[in-house]
C-alpha cells in the first residue's frame, strides 16, 4: 500500500508532515538523518508528531491505555501513540544515548510488527565505535556511507539557514524565543522534506529582517529537553523575557562546522554526558549575554538528576521547572517564573 497522509502539526511549525508509510522512518530522537534521506526514506521525528497533534494529552491518554505505565515519561508514550496513529511501519531507536526507556518500547514496538532499527551513540565520544554505528546503519538501509556524505553537504545548506534564524534572536533580537525554538527543533528531521523546509525558513529570515528591534527587559536561557508545556514560550514573552538560547534544540540543527558525518555526531551534545552539555552550554551563555537559566526536567526522566551538577557548575540564577503532561502552564509554575523574572529585572 502507498498511502500518504497530512499530519497537522499546528499553524506555529514552517510545514506539516506528508507522510508515505512506505517511505517513512518514525525516529525517536535526532539521529543521521543523512543516511535516511540518501536511502530515498522520509525521516519522521515523533516527537513533534506527538506535540503538535491537536490533542497530545488524549495521545498520552490512548498509550496508557494500550499498557504503558502512567509513571513513564510523557514523551514516550506519546512516541508510542503518534506511531501507531500515523501507521508508520519501521522505527530508529536510539538504545544508548537517549531515554533509558527507549529499549523497552522498542520492544513493544517489536511485539506490535513494527520494523526496529537500532542506534547506538557511544558513552565515552569514541569516534571509531560511532563511525562503526553510521556504516552498520548505512548498510541496514542498502547504501554506501558516502552517498549519506554528499547529502551532508546538502543539509548543511539548510542548516546554515537555521543557523542565521539562530543569530537573528540573541545578537540581532528578530526572533522572538519561541521562533528559535520552533525552526532549531524542526532541524531533527527537516519536517520530513528538506528542500520545502529551506524554502520556508529562507522566507522567514527575509520577513524578520525587515522587523524592528524587539525590546526586551531581560535575556535567558533555555536548557534542558524541549518543553511539553505549550504556553511556555508565549508566557516569558509577556513578562518582557527573551529566550536567546535553546539548548538541545539548537544542537537538533547541528551547529558547529565540520567535514564528516562522524565529526558531526560526536560533536553533538545531546547524546553524551552532561559535562560535555556543560561546557558548551559555559561558552554560550557568555556570548550571549544571558541573566538567567530556565531548565527544564520532564517528568519521570533520569534526566532529573542532572539538575544538581548543571547548578554545581553553572554560576548564574537557575529555575527549574518540572512538568508531566502536556498541557499549559499551572497556575503555581506561572507564579515562580513571574518570581524568577522579577528577580532577574532587579539583579540588573
Known amino acids: 500500500m502507498n498511502s500518504t497522509n497530512l499530519v497537522n502539526v499546528g499553524m506555529s511549525f514552517p510545514m506539516s508532515y506528508r507522510i508515505s508509510v512506505d517511505k517513512a522512518i518514525g525516529i525517536t530522537t535526532t539521529i543521521p538523518i543523512e543516511i535516511v534521506y540518501a536511502a530515498g526514506y522520509t525521516p519522521i521525528d515523533l516527537n513533534n508528531i506527538f506535540i503538535c497533534n491537536d490533542g497530545p494529552d488524549a495521545l498520552v491518554d490512548y498509550a496508557e491505555l494500550k499498557g504503558l505505565p502512567r509513571n513513564t515519561c510523557a514523551w514516550v508514550k506519546g512516541i508510542y501513540a503518534a506511531t501507531k496513529k500515523t501507521g508508520i511501519k519501521k522505527i530508529i531507536g536510539v538504545i544508548q544515548g537517549d531515554c533509558s526507556n527507549n529499549h523497552a518500547l522498542l520492544e513493544f514496538f517489536q511485539t506490535e510488527g513494527i520494523d526496529v532499527i537500532p542506534f547506538s551513540y557511544p558513552h565515552d565520544r569514541d569516534k571509531d565505535f560511532l563511525h562503526k554505528q553510521l556504516v552498520s546503519l548505512a548498510k541496514i538501509l542498502e547504501i554506501n556511507l558516502d552517498k549519506a556524505h554528499h547529502m551532508k553537504l546538502t543539509l548543511d545548506k539548510v542548516r546554515k539557514t537555521v543557523h542565521e534564524i539562530d543569530r537573528l534572536t540573541w545578537e540581532d533580537n528578530k526572533v522572538t524565543g519561541e521562533e528559535n525554538h520552533i525552526w532549531n527543533v524542526s532541524t531533527s528531521d527537516l519536517m520530513g522534506d528538506y528542500g520545502f523546509f529551506e524554502k520556508k525558513a529562507i522566507e522567514f529570515l527575509e520577513e524578520v529582517k525587515a522587523r524592528p528591534r524587539l525590546d526586551y527587559e531581560t535575556r535567558l536561557g533555555y536548557i534542558g529537553v ?17 529566550v536567546v538560547f535553546n539548548e538541545v534544540q539548537r544542537q537538533f540543527s547541528m551547529p558547529y562546522k565540520t567535514h564528516t558525518l562522524t565529526d558531526q555526531y560526536i560533536r553533538y551534545t545531546y547524546p553524551f554526558d552532561i559535562l560535555y552539555h556543560i561546557d558548551d552550554i559555559k561558552k554560550e551563555l557568555e556570548k550571549r549575554k544571558i541573566d538567567g537559566i530556565i531548565h527544564y526536567v520532564q517528568s519521570f526522566c533520569h534526566r532529573q538528576i542532572y539538575d544538581r551538577l548543571i547548578r554545581k557548575y553553572i554560576d548564574i540564577p537557575i529555575l527549574t521547572l518540572d512538568c508531566d503532561r502536556p498541557g499549559q502552564l499551572s497556575g503555581s509554575m ?3 517564573i ?11
Request: proline share 6%.
Open 226 to 242: 524541549p518543553p511539553i508545556c505549550s504556553d511556555l514560550y508565549s508566557f516569558l514573552d509577556g513578562l518582557g523575557v527573551h
Open 334 to 336: 506561572r507564579t515562580r
Open 338 to 348: 513571574e518570581a524568577f523574572a522579577e528577580m532577574l529585572k532587579n539583579i540588573r
